[in-house]
């Protein structure tokens, strides 16, 4: 690769940039090196303009590289930044291949490079709604007492495995803790408790997977994330790592053997009983089964009204792709009655079960009002 491609030159004025970063950073706590750090990996103009997440990979990639190659102990000071904040695992791993060889050589470490990224984690709490359609976390963490800050997440878990809503960093601890407990006694119906930390971290990187995904994909409007995503996306990450050196394992999505009993369980069951019996009924069972599971994505027994409302309202159940008009005509009382047995079977508390009815019932008349719609003749 000669010296004209244009991406040894960016490679090596990122190099620069870090090093000139890092030369002002040099008896900084460690805690001052990560917020610059995430700053940096975050990509973006001054004018808010940022890289795509494919872009900013590869050229990180690049100048990790580029400062392997460079004898300075500034070098090495960016090297343990990358070693500590970077978002890729093989990235992490590489800037420490990098600067242990360079200190092996007889450059000094940065003060702050045995500290950096090893904070205490003081406390997790989260709210959550009954559904799983909302979680609230707040993780708090410092440096054995010192530099205390925390971050707050609020994620709405009715698109994919859960996206951002609102992300904060706050030195305001205990302001947030009373925030986050002043949640459980407001009217939400909002559960406040302890956060495995496991589970935690699970739903952060979740999050981050979901968010990143969205904001890549140009033709998703409206933007679906806070501002700040981007400027604390690596810190969070990194906060989530610290959480837990495991992540709680996903609950296992029913395979089709799985779905077939639940459908059969459900058609012996009370909730059942006022429904046709038939081929009929059946079909529209299938039809509403594989609906939540292949385009809505969930567990066709985890449902909430939210949830609810926006997947009996995609148009994929609109009368004109229901070929089958005696589906069309059982579809929206097979839907209520899916979903009130639903609630029995994961034993929903009495004002948890009304608002999911509240919602069905809100539900069932779309389908209905559309379905008589379509069978309008001129």
Same mark, same amino acid.
């Given at each position: 690769?000669?010296?004209?491609?244009?991406?040894?030159?960016?490679?090596?004025?990122?190099?620069?940039?870090?090093?000139?970063?890092?030369?002002?950073?040099?008896?900084?706590?460690?805690?001052?090196?990560?917020?610059?750090?995430?700053?940096?990996?975050?990509?973006?103009? /001054?004018?808010?303009? %940022?890289?795509?997440?494919?872009?900013?990979?590869?050229?990180?990639?690049?100048?990790?590289?580029?400062?392997?190659?460079?004898?300075?102990?500034?070098?090495?000071?960016?090297?343990?930044?990358?070693?500590?904040?970077?978002?890729?695992?093989?990235?992490?791993?590489?800037?420490?291949?990098?600067?242990?060889?360079?200190?092996?050589?007889?450059?000094?470490?940065?003060?702050?490079?045995?500290?950096?990224?090893?904070?205490?984690?003081?406390?997790?709490?989260?709210?959550?709604?009954?559904?799983?359609?909302?979680?609230?976390?707040?993780? %708090?963490?410092?440096?054995?007492?010192?530099?205390?800050?925390?971050?707050?997440?609020?994620?709405?878990?009715?698109?994919?495995?859960?996206?951002?809503?609102?992300?904060?960093?706050?030195?305001?601890?205990?302001?947030?803790?009373?925030?986050?407990?002043?949640?459980?006694?407001?009217?939400?119906?909002?559960?406040?408790?302890?956060?495995?930390?496991?589970?935690?971290?699970?739903?952060?990187?979740?999050?981050?997977?979901?968010?990143?995904?969205?904001?890549?994909?140009?033709?998703?409007?409206?933007?679906?994330?806070?501002?700040?995503?981007?400027?604390?996306?690596?810190?969070?990450?990194?906060?989530?790592?610290?959480?837990?050196?495991?992540?709680?394992?996903?609950?296992?999505?029913?395979?089709?053997?799985?779905?077939?009993?639940?459908?059969?369980?459900?058609?012996?069951?009370?909730?059942?009983?006022?429904?046709?019996?038939?081929?009929? %009924?059946?079909?529209?069972?299938?039809?509403?089964?594989?609906?939540?599971?292949?385009?809505?994505?969930?567990?066709?027994?985890?449902?909430?009204?939210?949830?609810?409302?926006?997947?009996?309202?995609?148009?994929?159940?609109?009368?004109?792709?229901?070929?089958?008009?005696?589906?069309?005509?059982?579809?929206?009382?097979?839907?209520?009655?899916?979903?009130?047995?639903? /609630?029995?079977?994961?034993?929903?508390?009495?004002?948890?079960?009304?608002?999911?009815?509240?919602?069905?019932?809100? /539900?069932?008349?779309?389908?209905?009002?559309?379905?008589?719609?379509?069978?309008?003749?001129?």
């Amino acid at each position: 690769m000669g010296d004209s491609d244009p991406s040894v030159g960016r490679a090596s004025a990122g190099a620069d940039f870090l090093e000139w970063n890092f030369s002002l950073k040099s008896e900084s706590s460690p805690w001052s090196v990560e917020q610059a750090m995430t700053q940096l990996l975050a990509h973006e103009s /001054a004018e808010g303009f %940022t890289l795509s997440l494919a872009v900013s990979v590869r050229s990180d990639a690049e100048v990790i590289h580029e400062l392997g190659q460079r004898k300075t102990p500034t070098a090495v000071a960016a090297l343990r930044g990358f070693q500590a904040m970077s978002t890729v695992d093989t990235q992490r791993e590489l800037a420490q291949v990098h600067a242990d060889r360079l200190v092996e050589q007889g450059l000094p470490e940065p003060p702050w490079a045995s500290t950096i990224g090893r904070v205490r984690v003081d406390s997790c709490w989260w709210a959550h709604d009954r559904f799983d359609e909302t979680a609230i976390l707040l993780c %708090t963490f410092s440096y054995d007492g010192d530099d205390e800050h925390a971050i707050l997440a609020m994620i709405d878990r009715t698109l994919g495995e859960g996206l951002f809503r609102e992300l904060t960093l706050s030195i305001g601890v205990d302001s947030l803790l009373d925030v986050l407990h002043g949640i459980g006694e407001g009217d939400e119906g909002l559960v406040v408790e302890p956060l495995d930390p496991a589970y935690g971290r699970r739903l952060l990187e979740e999050a981050i997977a979901t968010s990143d995904e969205l904001t890549e994909d140009r033709e998703y409007e409206p933007r679906p994330v806070p501002r700040a995503y981007r400027k604390m996306r690596a810190l969070t990450l990194a906060r989530a790592r610290a959480l837990s050196d495991v992540v709680a394992p996903a609950e296992p999505f029913p395979d089709s053997v799985e779905l077939e009993l639940l459908k059969r369980t459900f058609l012996a069951s009370g909730a059942a009983s006022g429904l046709p019996t038939g081929d009929v %009924t059946r079909q529209a069972v299938d039809l509403l089964v594989a609906h939540f599971v292949e385009q809505v994505g969930c567990h066709p027994l985890h449902l909430g009204p939210r949830r609810v409302l926006a997947a009996l309202g995609m148009s994929d159940l609109a009368p004109d792709n229901l070929d089958n008009p005696d589906v069309q005509r059982i579809f929206p009382d097979v839907a209520e009655a899916w979903i009130s047995w639903t /609630a029995m079977e994961r034993a929903l508390p009495d004002d948890a079960r009304e608002r999911l009815e509240q919602a069905t019932k809100e /539900a069932g008349a779309i389908l209905r009002s559309t379905g008589n719609e379509g069978r309008e003749t001129p």
